[in-house]
């Protein structure tokens, strides 16, 4: 593997990339950008991604119950979808239809998120709801 080399601005003399100063001039080289590094094997599925499908099948079909909640670890979130949906019922049915709409978009949500979109806004930055 050969050494990065950098030109000088002011005496055009070639450098290390990682010089920082020219090495016949003494000018303060400008700092090159570190390539890209992959993240992981190429084809690797992010962090949690495998729990895409789960949360969104549970939210599209068990909506107002939270489900998807407890899968993506938002325990909080989910008793609080799943003791509103059962209060719901016996409150003429609004409050629980109110979750289950939730349910409904977060499922889809999930859906129609990239692998990697869905790991860094789920799992990853942990935002609970939509």
């Known amino acids: 593997m050969h050494e990065q080399l950098v030109s000088c601005p002011s005496c055009y003399t070639q450098n290390a990339a990682n010089a920082g100063r020219c090495t016949n001039c003494g000018f303060i080289l400008p700092?090159?950008?570190m390539p890209m590094q992959p993240m992981?094997?190429?084809?690797?599925?992010?962090?949690?991604?495998?729990k895409k499908i789960a949360a969104g099948l549970c939210g599209i079909l068990l909506n107002g119950l939270g489900v998807?909640?407890?899968i993506l670890g938002y325990n909080?979130?989910?008793?609080?979808?799943l003791?509103?949906?059962i209060v719901g019922l016996f409150l003429c049915?609004?409050?629980?239809l109110i979750v289950a709409v939730i349910g409904l978009i977060e499922g889809i949500m999930y859906l129609t998120?990239?692998?990697e979109e869905f790991s860094n806004t789920y799992i990853l930055n942990k935002k609970p709801w939509f």
């Open 113 to 115: 998120k990239s692998d």
């Open 76 to 81: 909080t979130e989910g008793i609080i979808m």
């Open 93 to 96: 049915g609004i409050p629980s």
């Open 40 to 50: 992981g094997a190429p084809g690797a599925k992010p962090p949690g991604a495998d």
């Open 31 to 33: 700092v090159q950008p």
């Open 68 to 70: 998807h909640k407890f």
């Open 83 to 85: 003791v509103t949906y």
